[in-house]
């Protein structure tokens, strides 16, 4: 599951030179640079107040989208962390023997183009895009995508339609077809970045809900466009940065929010303030985001956090025993009791806002079969100064992205229960 965290261009372009880049061989036209991709919604019916959609939950919001003309189902990766939106595209016509799951088939679209390498979106030094792009031997916008776990996702620029139900399609927009890749699904980029889904398709507004991660086959509901139910979320105003702030460690395209503590239980944790907003170089800073299924805190912060669990709970904690950045962990049999000595936890944030994030035995997160972790790491171990806000804390509740207000809401809500028709 690829932590949406893009890691310096500089060490992409080293990682991936022109000299290595994989590239199309499609026999299909590239879009000459007269014709400008149109970035909005249309609908056949009606102007788009709303779209709402089921996704699957296991360690990533998938969600099920169609992709060029006719219509080619896709299943990609809800990521609030990241900006390009790509799906897995196959690299020359599809033998009959290949599976057609999850790979889009540009040869079978009438609606697909490449990006040209002379158009102005494939440029390296756009400063909210960065992506090392670069022309291919076909003079086609060639790209690498980089994820700070060590994801992969390379090919080319293009553009095409996608397509949420009969009556409901986009114009075409920018989309990578990647045809190197460590993942099996696509990916939804939906930062505040001008190349995200959302800034393309000029939707001001989404939310989600993300259900317990129990059963088989756990599926939750997102919208696009306006909720029904958010006339009883609280808000928090999102924090933004200027254009001309240059900040090593700061992502200014990320949803940004003001915490200021954490509380477990009547706990009130002794966490500075200045922990999770950014400093002169943009370490602390603290997102909210749907492509990382973890929480990840600065030192500081987890050191808190981990003291106050060791204390609750410490003799029961696995010795010696570490999941990825996260060491918090226990024995699945035992979770139901560490729950309920742990309590619950909530993220404080400005205006007396506190959200809960995680009660009892919610707090838990299975990482293994019969090992279950408080879902919180060391972001150091990212390599990154910033706290991440996973999906793991945002279970049960409506997540809604406010654009036009510059703000981030939170509602209760048992997402296990939402129909989605």
């Not at 997102?287 to 609750?312: F, P, Q």
Request: charged share 20%.
């Amino acid at each position: 599951m690829p932590l949406s965290l893009l890691l310096f261009v500089a060490l992409l372009s080293l990682l991936f030179s022109p000299s290595n880049s994989l590239s199309l061989s499609f026999p299909l036209t590239s879009l000459p640079l007269s014709q400008e991709p149109s970035f909005s919604l249309s609908s056949k019916t009606s102007p788009l107040d709303s779209a709402k959609l089921p996704f699957k939950y296991s360690n990533a919001l998938v969600v099920s989208f169609s992709i060029g003309s006719p219509p080619q189902p896709m299943d990609m990766v809800l990521d609030t962390g990241s900006q390009l939106s790509w799906v897995q595209c196959y690299g020359k016509v599809r033998r009959r023997t290949e599976s057609v799951i999850n790979r889009f088939d540009p040869y079978l679209s009438s609606t697909f183009s490449h990006l040209p390498c002379n158009n102005s979106i494939c440029k390296p030094r756009i400063l909210d895009f960065t992506l090392p792009t670069s022309c291919d031997r076909y003079r086609r916008c060639h790209y690498s995508y980089f994820y700070a776990d060590g994801t992969l996702a390379e090919g080319n620029l293009v553009t095409e339609k996608i397509t949420f139900s009969n009556s409901l399609t986009t114009r075409s927009l920018v989309l990578g077809c990647a045809t190197a890749s460590t993942e099996n699904r696509g990916m939804l980029g939906m930062n505040k970045g001008r190349l995200s889904f959302i800034s393309q398709a000029r939707i001001s507004k989404f939310s989600y809900c993300v259900p317990d991660r129990i059963g088989s086959d756990p599926t939750g509901l997102f919208y696009l466009g306006d909720n029904p139910n958010s006339g009883k979320f609280k808000y928090v105003k999102m924090l933004t940065f200027s254009k001309s702030r240059r900040s090593p460690n700061l992502d200014k395209l990320a949803y940004t929010l003001p915490m200021k503590g954490i509380r477990i239980g009547k706990n009130h944790l002794n966490i500075s303030r200045a922990v999770f907003k950014p400093d002169p170089s943009g370490a602390g800073q603290t997102m909210i985001d749907s492509g990382s299924d973890l929480t990840y805190l600065v030192d500081e912060a987890y050191s808190k956090v981990r003291a106050e669990i060791v204390r609750l709970v410490g003799p029961m904690m696995k010795k010696a025993y570490e999941f990825a950045a996260v060491d918090m962990c226990f024995d699945g049999a035992e979770a139901a009791v560490v729950g309920r000595r742990i309590g619950n936890m909530w993220f404080k944030f400005e205006n007396g806002v506190e959200i809960l994030v995680g009660k009892g035995e919610g707090l838990l997160t299975e990482v293994e079969k019969g090992v279950k972790c408080v879902g919180i790491g060391r972001s150091d171990r990212l390599v990154t100064e910033s706290n991440i806000i996973g999906i793991v804390h945002q279970k049960n509740m409506w997540v809604e992205y406010d654009l036009a207000n510059k703000r981030v809401g939170f509602g209760k809500a048992e997402c296990s229960r939402l129909k989605a028709w």
